[in-house]
């Protein structure tokens, strides 16, 4: 494989077939990305809101399928994905349906106050879409706003299960409805969550003290003294370090266990099946297995943070299906190719009272109709066993650029199409970055120096083809090294 490259990784079959109305052959560029036009809107929009973050401005109309076309006329293989929250492709005439389709009509008319007036089929819009694809165990949900907000109502529930179970059935005390309405003990306590070094929940107040990602998203705001335990720092390949990342995993299992042990105000722990924004960081099942027995032996609330890779990318509806457990997490968070936030539970933590877990619209009905198209889409196109299929291709694809290319691109790892490799520094991953980009795909960083795949779900081996050729390209142009 070292010799022989891309050449000695053939292209697998899937059962997807193409997408719906068809999609362009390939990338098309006709400036520099981001083009004039776009550089020209991000500097009107600069003068209303922070705009540094926009990469070009996205012609819509013009996109198509696995193709995102800009407003200069350029097209580029999307591997990002609007930060991994578009499942089905641009112009997907399944999607585009719930919008034409006059039955729809009322509920793209109406935002309703979800938690009051619900429109008459909102149950059973439930039940035919979250529900028919509740994680194993949980039989409850809660539709929310984004990831963030689906995480941080996730620990409210849970920080009112504790204490619930603490008074043992019994009412809450007048001092503890007292010393509430002034932030205080007992009615305020000091409850805990516990999180990882180099995990991402989101960027509202409480989950910023969960998150460990970057610097730059918790400068200058206040957070809690909840505590943190060190996440497996995995080395790859895999079946070379086995003895290596079980010490590593025991380590990190070992620590979690001394922070419960020591302290009994931590109400819940969670955690990303992949760190994504911290880095694409790995842990093997037995981990969470074992991660997950710690906290029911100590009596803490157990959840899984599917926002990122929930929705069938990694080759399971929901990544922590891998994992195998014996008791389900208590709840499992859940947004982006969702396109509705939320989070699913057991019975134990829906409150005892009303309006404890509560907001205006609590959801959104147009997200649950955009739900519906995605899960049609996933069960009629085989969505999830294409992740599989194709995320192992671009996976061993990205290992035999690695054999090929050694010291240039290192780690290659993945779940699905949930793949992820090193550069040997972060100026070097930008630097293919961009020259991937300037080629025609468009695919983020993460953590140091990591570039991490986050296409849709229809991205099958011939765009992975696409890529694997274009990073080839990319490394040789780069490194300035002879292709082989």
Not at 19 to 24: A, D, K
Not at 173 to 198: I, R, T, Y
Not at 312 to 335: I, N, Q, R
């Amino acid at each position: 494989m070292a010799v022989r490259g891309l050449a000695g990784v053939p292209t697998p079959a899937t059962p997807m077939p193409e997408f719906p109305s068809g999609e362009p052959e390939g990338p098309s560029l006709v400036t520099e990305v981001p083009g004039p036009k776009s550089k020209a809107l991000q500097a009107e929009m600069a003068t209303t809101q922070d705009a540094g973050a926009v990469k070009y401005f996205v012609d819509f109309d013009k996109s198509k399928g696995n193709f995102v076309s800009d407003v200069d006329g350029n097209r580029l293989l999307d591997m990002y994905s609007h930060i991994a929250s578009l499942p089905v492709g641009y112009n997907n005439p399944h999607m585009l349906e719930v919008f034409q389709n006059p039955a729809n009509h009322s509920l793209l008319a109406h935002r309703p106050a979800l938690g009051n007036a619900p429109p008459a089929d909102w149950v059973d819009r439930l039940k035919s879409t979250l529900l028919s694809v509740a994680p194993k165990g949980l039989t409850h949900v809660q539709p929310m706003m984004c990831g963030s907000c689906a995480n941080e109502n996730a620990f409210k529930a849970i920080f009112i299960a504790f204490q619930e179970r603490k008074r043992a059935g019994k009412p809450p005390s007048a001092d503890e409805l007292a010393s509430c309405m002034v932030n205080e003990s007992p009615g305020s306590p000091d409850l805990k969550f516990l999180s990882f070094h180099g995990a991402f929940h989101g960027r509202l107040l409480g989950c910023l003290s969960t998150t460990h990602s970057k610097a730059i998203h918790k400068l200058d705001v206040p957070a809690f003294d909840w505590p943190i335990a060190p996440f497996p720092k995995l080395k790859y390949p895999l079946e070379d370090n086995v003895a290596y990342n079980q010490e590593e995993e025991a380590k990190c299992l070992a620590a979690v266990d001394d922070i419960l042990s020591k302290d009994s105000n931590v109400a819940g722990l969670i955690v990303e099946p992949i760190q994504a924004e911290g880095g694409d960081n790995h842990a093997s099942p037995d981990f969470f297995r074992k991660l997950r027995g710690i906290c029911k032996d100590r009596g803490v609330y157990f959840v899984c943070d599917e926002v990122q890779t929930g929705c069938g990318a990694s080759g399971h509806f929901w990544a922590h299906e891998a994992w195998e457990l014996e008791t389900p997490p208590d709840a499992v968070t859940f947004s982006k190719k969702m396109q509705i936030a939320g989070y699913y539970c057991t019975k134990e933590l829906i409150p005892a009272s009303t309006y404890r877990v509560f907001n205006t619209w609590m959801g959104d009905p147009v997200r649950l109709l955009q739900l519906e198209a995605v899960i049609k889409c996933v069960k009629e196109y085989s969505l999830v066993e294409n992740a599989k299929i194709t995320g192992q291709y671009i996976l061993d694809g990205v290992k035999a650029l690695q054999a090929a290319y050694p010291g240039l691109l290192a780690n290659a790892r993945g779940a699905g199409t949930l793949v992820a490799f090193d550069a040997p520094t972060p100026s070097d991953r930008d630097a293919i970055i961009n020259s991937l980009k300037a080629k025609g795909v468009d695919i983020p960083p993460c953590g140091e120096a990591t570039i991490r795949c986050r296409p849709g779900l229809f991205f099958g081996p011939k765009h992975a083809r696409i890529f694997l050729d274009t990073l080839e390209d990319a490394v040789v142009s780069h490194f300035k090294v002879a292709k082989k």
